[in-house]
């Protein structure tokens, strides 16, 4: 799912459609280079190679993600500073392939349109797309780098008190666009009233705080760093999983077909066994055994 994207802030600079140059800080956690790819130790290892990959730009890893792009997935706004989880799990994996910072630019891409049908004007997308069997039939993912729950975010003026996701059918709940955030809505909890859809974020925001809406739906960890950071007064009601018990899963996004699948399910493979992720995860997610679970 990528989830409701909330900032501080009602309007973000845009991020630049391309962004080729990234900060010489190399401070953030990265993948170890004993763990990149050997490019002479199999036939598996030389198609992976930076010469060898199927690149939309010779020489250069082409990244989407959208804009404006929100903690803690990205840190102000700028994906090039490899900060935040996903900025740093984006850096990681442009490690594992081979490509320093410097060779690595930015597009812009709205996350409806990263996996609509068609070519791609980047090599792939990190924005939490959630992997699904509807989105996989017109694109590609990698394995996934991240397992996350949903979560429901109200004011706390509301006194809103769920014990289970039953409790939460009688309320009128909202979510952005195209997400897995809205399908829960729809297919998991199942209210009585239509949920309300938004087409951005900063609307979202205002219709919680105006009490247009009950309570959204989003991840969890966006959730932890909406009701800290952006929205006074608001609270994580709970937390919730598929009904198959599944954790919903973000992957990296290809064009279908993308000959860089192998390679990247290997990055992200090796960036989950040698700790990696673990360590993005712990240093750029928030972390609690708080949140009620609803069942």
């Known amino acids: 799912m990528r989830p409701m994207k909330l900032t501080a802030v009602l309007a973000a600079p845009l991020l630049l459609l391309t962004l080729g140059c990234a900060p010489k800080d190399q401070g953030n956690v990265t993948a170890k280079s004993s763990d990149r790819p050997s490019r002479q130790a199999s036939g598996q290892a030389d198609a992976c190679a930076p010469g060898n990959l199927p690149l939309t730009t010779s020489g250069k890893l082409t990244i989407g993600t959208d ?37 690595v630019s930015w597009v812009r891409v709205p996350f409806n349109n990263s996996y609509a049908p068609g070519p791609k004007r980047f090599d792939f997308d990190i924005n939490q797309i959630s992997i699904t069997p509807a989105r996989e039939k017109v694109v590609d993912f990698s394995k996934g780098y991240y397992s996350a729950s949903q979560a429901v975010i109200a004011m706390k003026k509301e006194h809103l008190r ?113 700790g990696t992720l673990a360590d993005l995860e712990q240093r750029w997610l928030s972390q609690t055994v708080n949140v009620p679970v609803l069942k």
């Open 67 to 103: 804009s404006p792009a929100y903690d803690p997935w990205f840190r102000h706004n700028n994906p090039s500073n490899g900060e935040g989880y996903e900025g740093a799990v984006a850096y990681a994996v442009a490690q594992q392939l081979g490509f320093n910072k410097s060779q």
């Open 162 to 274: 769920p014990g289970s996701m039953a409790d939460l059918k009688s309320l009128k709940l909202g979510a952005q666009t195209g997400t897995t955030s809205l399908t829960a809505i729809r297919d998991v909890i199942k209210p009585s009233q239509s949920p309300l859809v938004f087409t951005n974020t900063n609307v979202a925001k205002q219709a919680l705080m105006n009490g247009q809406v009950d309570a959204v739906v989003t991840d969890l960890p966006t959730a932890f760093y909406i009701t800290a950071a952006e929205i006074p007064g608001s609270e994580i009601l709970g937390q919730f999983q598929p009904v198959t018990g599944q954790h919903e899963e973000f992957g990296l996004l290809m064009q279908k077909g993308s000959g860089l699948k192998p390679c990247l399910d290997k990055a992200v493979t090796t960036l989950k066994d040698n």
